[in-house]
């Protein structure tokens, strides 16, 4: 056998090697992955299942009153489910679009210096700490909230004034937290879109605008649907900032009510709660979990439906 090939027989053994040993670390670190998923699962259902079945899931769920350390305890969480679900989709209707639009802006309209600008304001976003916007929230929205609270309900005599914290404080600081995720996922996202689709669009006789909105948009779909998804998990699983500019009582999620969220539920009590009261705590965390789940799930249907709507459509 001459030296070629025996150099040749031997690259083609370390190659081999070399793809065996990566495919074994990818299998493992997507093993540890699928293990870390699975073990807070059951965990969650281990920690939360305990306080539903002595509390009762309609007391729980349904109730309306949360007075854990009474002389006779209720743990009703709808109102902070409720609170959760209205500051979510508070702070998706503001920071969604307003994301989705700077992520066209930075990806089809901005200069290279006017994007370098808007891109480090954005890392700068994603980079400070959730409870400095919880200071900012409290020092400079409250006060300016609580003026406006004071103009709508003056002369009130029904109305619990909440000093500018409340529901509608907490859904904007969400929002503006939710952009970091939402613009940077998003402008990767119209950024991978094919040249041929802009160029098909304005040979149709469409104009830039409705060649972003009806033509680049749709075709980045599944990537601006994970940002979305993304941004909405971080809103929803947050926890210090809204700790600071919500108020912390259990209302009805009335904008200008002073309201508490399951993640400043767990947080707020979780340091001195003992027996039932840390069990239903969990409970309110295995809520919160299922919320993500389902929100998961829901990605994942949207993004089946729209790869065989691409699959329909090339054949």
């Known amino acids: 056998m001459k030296k070629t090939e025996r150099s040749y027989i031997g690259y083609k053994k370390r190659k081999a090697a070399q793809e065996a040993a990566a ?3 990818c299998t493992i670190c997507a093993a540890i992955a699928l293990l870390a998923v699975a073990s807070i699962t059951v965990y969650m259902l281990k920690s939360g299942i305990p306080a539903i079945r002595q509390i009762g899931p309609v007391k729980i769920l349904f109730g309306t009153q949360w007075k854990p350390t009474a002389s006779e305890p209720k743990f009703g969480i709808l109102y902070v489910i409720l609170t959760s679900v209205a500051g979510t ?3 998706s209707l503001l920071g969604i679009p307003l994301g989705i639009l700077t992520a066209v802006f930075l990806a089809e309209v901005a ?3 006017m994007g370098a600008l808007v891109r480090g304001a954005v890392e700068l976003l994603a980079g400070i700490p959730s409870v400095i916007y919880g200071l900012l929230g409290i020092y400079l929205l409250n006060p300016w909230m609580y003026r406006l609270e004071r103009r709508l309900f003056a002369g009130s005599g029904t109305h619990r004034f909440t000093g500018g914290a409340n529901l509608l404080s907490a859904g904007l600081v969400l929002a503006v937290m ?4 939402v613009i940077s996922i998003s402008e990767a996202s119209i ?3 094919k040249p041929a689709v802009r160029e098909s669009s304005l040979a149709l006789g469409a104009s830039r ?3 972003w909105l009806f033509a680049v948009l749709p075709a980045a779909a599944p990537g601006i649907a994970t940002a979305v998804v993304l941004g909405v998990g971080r809103a929803m699983g947050e926890a210090m900032a809204i700790t600071l500019v919500s108020g ?3 209302n009805l999620p009335f904008p200008f009510n002073s309201v508490r969220f399951l993640t400043t539920a767990i947080v707020g009590e979780m340091g001195y709660a003992q027996g039932l009261h840390r069990q239903a705590l969990f409970t309110i965390g295995l809520v919160l979990f299922a919320f993500i789940m389902l929100l998961n799930l829901w990605l994942t249907g949207i993004l089946r439906g729209t790869d065989g709507s691409e699959r329909q459509l090339s054949a």
């Open 178 to 181: 939710m952009l970091p995720t």
């Open 89 to 91: 989709l508070l702070a």
């Open 248 to 250: 912390g009582s259990v």
């Open 191 to 193: 950024r991978a879109v």
């Open 111 to 113: 200069g290279r210096g």
């Open 23 to 25: 495919q074994m670390l």
């Open 209 to 211: 605008v409705q060649t």
